[in-house]
Nanobody, 125 residues
């Protein structure tokens, strides 16, 4: 059972930056594609970004392209989400997830196998 723990969330003003981290309990995570999702109050969970196991492929939601960057440090079993130029509409609980299947990075939450507990990001206007 892979355990994922997110950190780095908090309260920031619009235009500010945050860096989220997702630490995995096992080194096996370095062979998995990883994703970030978010869920705002009253809304469905949505895809934010994903990265392949070797970091050669990434995918972003249109709403965060050019502002967010996903990366990973396989030596330390950690995935990051650098968030710049934050907007109030980015306010949500952010979750990292692991996809145990091989192949292309995925954007559907149902295709991910393990999830973290989430970290709150609040952007004030």
């Amino acid at each position: 059972q892979v355990q994922l723990v997110e950190s780095g969330g908090g309260l920031v003003q619009a235009g500010g930056s945050l860096r989220l981290s997702c630490a995995a309990s096992e080194a096996m995570i370095r062979r998995y594609n990883m994703g970030w999702f978010r869920q705002a109050p009253g809304k469905e969970r949505e895809f934010v970004a994903a990265i392949s196991w070797n970091a050669r492929s990434t995918s972003y939601a249109e709403s965060v392209k050019g502002r967010f960057t996903i990366s990973r440090d396989n030596a330390n079993n950690t995935v990051f989400l650098q968030m710049n130029s934050l907007k109030p509409e980015d306010t949500a609980v952010f979750y990292c997830a692991a996809d145990l299947s091989a192949g292309r990075v995925r954007t559907r939450g149902a295709e991910y196998d393990y999830w973290g507990q989430g970290t709150q990001v609040t952007v004030s206007s």
